[in-house]
T-cell receptor, first 115, second 114 residues
């Protein structure tokens, strides 16, 4: 079965530093997403991306966050100046050309620890 | 605001016991409904889904769920759990006009004792 891959699996950074989380979606998918899960809390939607632009974002996704598809395969989430409260598991997901939730595939996540 | 509630934070069962995990959502329109499972150290995996038709849906590994529209519920069931079902279970809702955006419940941790 095709997989969404995320690197690194664990990222440790100092508060105020920039981090880039990387994802390789499934190759024929056109819709891309980032979700996060703070320890003990719900999985939360951050942003969806289609046709090289953000299609929807949550209120969590403020100016400190940005997404990019720098080439044909990668999909990145950048946090410009990390805060302690950004510590979470970040999940990338992609979906098929219909873009609906039924074919949403998740990566295994990147655990971000901000010290 | 749209939300999903899972009634149980942690459920502990013995093998062969029956399982029912509750899920309720608040959204007035058409929704797609999902249950995801996350085994320790692994990524979220789709367990089952409901879009339309028969409100009783069957998923992988013997799981099933029933959509009761009048109760805004989508409870997950399994008649006989196994130790390998130990995992965290997430209910999620996809409002029909919101692409692939999922709204998740807070998760239920299931521990099955051998």
């Amino acid at each position: 079965e095709p997989e969404v891959t995320q690197t690194p699996s664990h990222q440790v950074t100092q508060m105020g530093q920039e981090v880039i989380l990387r994802c390789v979606p499934i190759s024929n998918h056109l819709y891309f997403y980032w979700y996060r899960q703070i320890l003990g809390q719900k999985v939360e939607f951050l942003v969806s991306f289609y046709n090289n632009e953000i299609s929807e974002k949550s209120e969590i996704f403020d100016d400190q966050f940005s997404v990019e598809r720098p080439d044909g395969s990668n999909f990145t989430l950048k946090i410009r100046s990390t805060k302690l409260e950004d510590s979470a598991m970040y999940f990338c997901a992609s979906s098929d050309p219909q873009g609906r939730g039924e074919k949403l595939f998740f990566g295994s996540g990147t655990q971000l620890s901000v010290l | 605001a749209q939300s999903v509630s899972q009634h149980n934070h942690h459920v502990i069962l013995s093998e062969a016991a029956s399982l029912e995990l509750g899920c309720n959502y608040s959204y007035g329109g058409t929704v797609n409904l999902f249950w995801y499972v996350q085994y320790p150290g692994q990524h979220l995996q789709l367990l089952l889904k409901y879009f339309s038709g028969d409100p009783l849906v069957k998923g992988i590994k013997g799981f099933e769920a029933e959509f009761i529209k009048s109760k805004f519920s989508f409870n997950l069931r399994k008649p006989s759990v196994q130790w390998s079902d130990t995992a965290e279970y997430f209910c999620a809702v996809n409002p029909y006009n919101q692409g692939g955006k999922l709204i998740f419940g807070q998760g239920t941790e299931l521990s099955v004792k051998p």
